[in-house]
């Protein structure tokens, strides 16, 4: 179970981007990676079919990420997007 109350990112990864270990177990190379991030731990990895439906799994799980305070290294990626929109409806 994914508790993502407490995931703090999710994006699309290249398959490049996985370890050894990782690109052994897989069942081919067509298919598409996304990580999820989480406060004080290694990010989650999935694999899925397709671009699309790793689009449609990033988007989705994004815009379900809790608002984020601002942090002195950065804005996290969800703070970013929640800051964009609030300006948007504002202007």
């Not at 689009?55 to 994004?62: D, E, L, N, P, Y």
Request: with cysteine; aromatic share 8%; charged share 30%.
């Amino acid at each position: 179970m994914i508790k993502l109350s407490s995931c703090v990112d999710v994006k699309s990864i290249l398959l490049d981007e996985l370890g050894e270990f990782e690109v052994a177990l897989l069942p081919d190379r067509d298919r598409k990676a996304f990580s999820l991030s989480f406060e004080g731990a290694h990010p989650e990895k999935f694999l899925v079919a397709s671009i699309s439906e790793r689009a449609k799994w990033v988007s989705a799980i994004w815009y379900r990420l809790p608002v984020l305070p601002l942090r002195a290294g950065g804005l996290t990626s969800c703070s970013q997007e929640c800051n964009f929109r609030r300006r948007r409806k504002t202007a």
